[in-house]
Each structure stands twice: as structure tokens, then as C-alpha cells.
């Protein structure tokens, strides 16, 4: 089988990239052909003239249409998996596909085809205005993208795919990676017949070796809707216990850093796998709902729990009762967050116990080889019915 790739890279490396470069390296690990079409945004907001081209772009863009449809010519895949279209590619290529007649699947990384910013939050909480009015004008009204530029060019484009069908037209397949995500766009009017939910997926290593750490971690970028300040705050309520948060900063902010949180930078490879090793747990306090938190996965491959909020597909990964792989906190409220650090934190037969639950539904539902199945029976029931 020969598949091809659409993804418009973002600014900086992000999860979604190292999403599609997996998937990548799992299609041809099983013998299938891969092939990309993969333009990027890194440096293309540096100036006045690369703003307005995305701008542009991200409605309508000549370039990503033509490249599409010179690569469907070129390669000739038998299906197409689509990532990220913004700004340089833009849901209009997607016409090329059914003019090619080749089948598309799309990997719902966020909430972008329902929600111009691809977050569902506005003034630090969720939210679904856009989803309740099935449009996406309040996006300029809030100037939920605080710049009324961007505010525009993302509700444009937007209103420009659901005007044209771009999405419920041309697009076979939507797979989500979480059932909220799912039942989002149901909601939206989505054909639920074009809904499956195919999750992230991460290698699940043979075993671990169980540690009981020495700090509470983070991992993710050092941006206000990931909820990083929320956990500082509960670090400085708490000197007796290390902090270490690793990710890139992605905001200037007068956050003032007590002494016992580090900021380790951006860690990737085998010093990440070094810092879930040493820690006893992860939080994950974020803002926004999130797509599908890959920061949980890498944290059960060495059997450690997560702590994140209880919204979103937090919720169903981390889960509730005797099947809980970690603890879920009332989403920004700062007293509940710390009750289930120092819950976690203060009984360590309970964290290492969560943590096995954690390696354990890794190895079940997340683990590589889980996960392409799911892909491969979806490419096989497209292509052959």
C-alpha cells in the first residue's frame, strides 16, 4: 500500500510532528510505502510580507492546491492521510483528492475544524461557543487569538472550509484520537459514519524498572494554556519537594520561579527517558482540553502515574476509580491540583502502583503495534470494502 503524507509543519517542532514522523516510521516498519507532501510555517511569520501570505493562504492557497495535485500525479498512493493543513496547504487542496479519486483520512490532532483556534478556550478556560452557534464568527468578536489579524485569518478560513465542504465533502475518514474528540464533532454535524478513534500511540518497552523519583515533573512547552504557573504556584506553597519542568518557553511572563523548580529546557531522546526515570510523577495541568497528551504515554513507559485535569481526553486516558492510571484534579482550581500532588507525592506504594496500571494500558491500548492495527484495518476496509 502506498500512502501519502499531508502535513503543514508548525513554527517549532511540536507533538503533531512527532506524530506524523511516527506514523511514518510505523507504516514502513510494516512494509507499506510512504511518501510526504509537507510544506512549513518555521520563520514564514517573521515578517510583515510572510503574515499576510499566511493569512492568505490559510483561506485559500494557489501553491498548496497545485503542489497536492502535482504529487497525486506524481506518486499515485492509494490513500492520503492528512494532518495539518495551515496555512500553506489549505483544507481547498483537499478538492485534488476526490478529483483524484483517492480516498482521504484525516488525523484529528485538535479541534481546529470546529474551533478557529484549535483549542476550545477562551480568558484561561474551555470553551465551545463556536461549537453551540455551528460557526466560527466569535472567534473576531472575543479575539480569541489576542491579535485581531489573526483572529480574522483564522475564522476566515474556517468559515471559507464549511462554506466550501472542504472537510464533510472530501474527507472519507475522520480519525480522532480520543472519543471526546469524537462526539465533538458529532455534535458539529459531523457524519458519525466517518468517525472512528485511532489514539496516539508511543513504543511500549518489554518491562521497566521501577524507581521512586526524587521530583514532581512537567513535560510540555511553557505556555499559559498548558497550566505550567498553576503548578509553580503549587511548588512555592511547598519548598519541601523539587519542581523540574521540562519544555521550551514559549511566552515572555513575570513568573517568578521559586527555588525549588528547575527549568530544564527542552529535552528530547534519551535525556527525557532519564527525567520521567527520576521523577515519581508527571503533571499535566493544562488550560485547554488538548488533543491527546503524548507527555502520559511517555510517562507510563517507565511506569509512572499523571495528574492532569478532569476535561477533555484527559479524562478517558488517565480515567477515574479502579482503572485510573493517575489522578484528575477540578480543571484550574489551584487547592485541588495540590491535593493530589501531595496525595501522590506522600504515598509512594500508591504511585508505583498506578504507575503499573499505567505500563500496563499502555501495553494494552497505546503501545506502536496496538495502534497500527486499528490503522491498517481502517486503510484495508477503505480500499477494499
Known amino acids: 500500500m502506498k500512502i501519502l503524507l499531508v502535513h503543514n509543519n508548525y513554527g517549532k517542532y511540536s507533538g503533531e510532528e512527532a506524530v506524523v514522523d511516527k506514523m511514518a516510521s510505523t507504516f514502513r516498519e510494516h512494509g507499506h510505502e510512504v511518501c510526504f507532501y509537507r510544506l512549513t510555517t518555521e520563520r514564514s511569520r517573521e515578517s510583515l510580507s510572510g503574515k499576510i501570505k499566511g493569512f492568505l493562504c490559510g483561506i485559500y492557497s494557489p501553491s498548496g492546491v497545485k503542489g497536492l495535485r502535482e504529487i497525486l500525479e506524481r506518486e499515485k498512493p492509494d490513500v492520503v492521510n492528512v494532518h495539518n493543513l495551515y496555512p500553506f496547504i489549505s483544507p481547498a487542496a ?23 483556534t484549535g483549542l476550545f478556550m477562551r480568558n484561561g478556560k474551555p470553551c465551545e461557543v463556536c461549537l ?15 491579535s485581531y489579524l489573526k483572529s480574522v485569518g483564522y475564522t476566515l478560513r474556517n468559515v471559507y472550509a464549511r462554506w466550501t465542504g472542504a472537510y464533510k465533502d472530501n474527507v472519507n475518514t475522520f480519525a480522532c484520537i480520543t472519543e471526546f474528540q469524537g462526539e465533538k464533532l458529532m455534535e458539529a454535524g459531523f457524519d458519525k459514519n466517518k468517525i472512528v478513534v485511532i489514539p496516539n500511540s508511543i513504543d511500549a518497552p518489554s518491562g521497566y524498572e521501577a524507581t521512586l523519583g ?7 512547552r511553557l505556555s499559559y494554556e498548558k497550566g ?48 520521567i526515570k527520576n521523577a515519581r510523577l508527571v503533571v499535566i495541568p493544562s488550560r485547554c482540553y488538548e488533543g491527546f497528551p ?29 482503572s485510573a492510571i493517575g489522578r484528575l484534579f477540578e480543571p484550574n482550581n ?8 501531595l496525595t501522590l507525592w ?33 486503510f484495508t476496509k477503505i480500499l477494499y470494502g
Open 228 to 275: 505550567y504557573d498553576l503548578l509553580v504556584e503549587t511548588a512555592r506553597k511547598h519548598p519541601e519537594i523539587q519542581f523540574c519542568l521540562a519544555g521550551a518557553k514559549r511566552e515572555d511572563t513575570n513568573i517568578a520561579f521559586p527555588e525549588n523548580v528547575r527549568l530544564m529546557g527542552y529535552l528530547k531522546g534519551k535525556e527525557l527517558e532519564s527525567f
Open 94 to 116: 483537499l478538492f485534488e483528492c476526490k478529483k483524484a479519486k483517492v480516498p482521504v483520512v484525516m488525523t484529528v490532532h485538535n479541534f481546529r475544524l470546529i474551533c478557529p
Open 346 to 378: 506522600n504515598q509512594p506504594v500508591l504511585t508505583e502502583e498506578l504507575g503499573r496500571k499505567a505500563y500496563e494500558k499502555l501495553r494494552k491500548e497505546y503501545s506502536s503495534e496496538v495502534v497500527y492495527r486499528k490503522w491498517d484495518e481502517l
Open 294 to 322: 503524548m507527555a502520559i504515554l511517555e510517562a507510563a513507559q517507565f511506569g509512572k502515574p499523571c495528574i492532569g485535569p478532569d476535561h477533555g481526553g484527559f479524562t478517558e486516558i488517565i480515567g477515574k476509580g479502579e
Open 214 to 220: 526524587s521530583y514532581v515533573a512537567y513535560i510540555g
Open 334 to 341: 489551584l487547592n485541588d491540583l495540590e491535593k493530589q500532588v
Open 132 to 146: 453551540q452557534k455551528r460557526n466560527e464568527w466569535s472567534c473576531i468578536r472575543y479575539n480569541c487569538e489576542h
